[in-house]
C-alpha cells in the first residue's frame, strides 16, 4: 500500500471508531476485508489510528472536522507534510482536497484542544496535576514506551537483554522498577520469543511495576489480588516472595489465562470465586488495583478519554470506595491493605484515601505513591493502609 492508501485505510477506521466502535474491534474488522494488506501495512494504519486518537481535539482543529479524513489532515498539518501530496484521489488514495479543506483548520487555541483533553476535564485535569498538567497533557499526546518485566526468579535484567539482543529485539534498564526493561526496537517481536514462552518475562508497564515493588513484602505470607484482572500484578507479586497467592475478579472471565501464565512463570496462583473470597482470609495483604479512569494510562488506550463521562467518573469513585469499605474486613490485625489506581485524578487517588480513613477508624496510611507519565512510565496512584 502507499503511503497515501494507508492514510484513506485510517481515516475510514477512525470513522467507525467516532461512531461508537473499538478501535480495535474496527482495525480487526477492515483488517479481514483487506487481505492485500501486508504486517507493515496493518501496523503504519494501526499507528495512524492510534496517533490520531491521542490527539483528537487538536488534529481535529488543525483538519477542520473532527471525521476520519479531518483527522488524517490534522495529523499532516502537525507534522509539516502538504496533505495535496496524499489526497489526490489517485488509486486508492483519499479523494482530492475540497477548496474549503484546503483554506479549513486553525491552531488549536484552548489548553484541552490543544494538550488533547476533554474540555469538560481540563479543570479536574488541572487541578490534580498543578504546574504538571501541561507537560503531563503533552506527554500524553505520544505513544507510550514499551516495558516488560523481568522475571528475576528465571534470569537477571542482563542475561535478559543479552537474549533478547540475539532476537533483534533491543533494550535499556528502566529506572523506575527494579525489574523493568524498556524495549527500543524490536516489539512487535517480544511474544514469539523463547524466553517469554519460557516464562523469563512479562509484559507489564514500568509504573506498574513500580507499585508492586513499593508493597512490602515476606515469606509466607497470604496474599489475595482482589481485582486481578489478567493478573499482571499478581503474577509481578508473586515474583518478589514466596507467597500462598489468591487473585479475584468481578469479572472471572478476565483470569482465564491466568493459571497458565502463572505455570508458566513458576508459581501457583488460586483464583477464588467472590462467594470464595471470605472464607479463604484473612490476609496479610490485599491489594486493590480498582476500576478507574485509566488516565494515567491514556497514551496505551486513548479512545478511553474520549469515552468517558461525567455520569462514568462518579460511577468509578463509588465503586473505588465500596471495594476498599468491602476489602477492609479481608485484612488481618497487623495488615496491609493496598489500593492503586492508574489514574491521574485526585478524585480517585487522594481523596479516595481520606474517604477511607474517615469511613474506617483503625485504620492508618503507611505510604502513598504517586506517578505521572513524566516519572517514565504511566500513570499510577498507590496507598498503603495498615490496620492496627
Known sequence: MTPAARIAAAAEILDRVLEGEAAEKALTGWARGARYAGSKDRAAIRDHVFDALRCLNSFAALGGARTGRGLMLGMLREAGEDPAGYFTGEGHAPSALTEAEATAGAE???PAERLDIPAWLWEDFAASLGDKAEEVGRTLRARAPVFIRVNRAATTRASLADE???EGIETRPAELARAALEVTSGARRLQR???YEAGRFEMQDAAS??????VPLTDGMKLLDYCAGGGGKSLALGARAELRLFAHDAAPQ?????PARARRAGLRVTLLETDEVAGQGPYDLVFCDVPCSG???WRRAPEGKWRLTRERLDE???IQARILDETAPLVAPGGTLAYATCSLFEAENGAQAEGFLARNPGWSLRESLSLTPLDGGDGFFLAQFVRD
Open 316 to 318: 468509578l469513585t463509588a
Open 108 to 110: 488549536p487555541e484552548t
Open 164 to 166: 533478547l539482543a540475539e
Open 209 to 214: 511495576q513500580a507499585i508492586c515493588e513499593a
Open 295 to 297: 488516565s494515567g494510562a
Open 254 to 258: 478476565r483470569m482465564k489465562d491466568l
Open 193 to 195: 520469543t523463547p524466553a
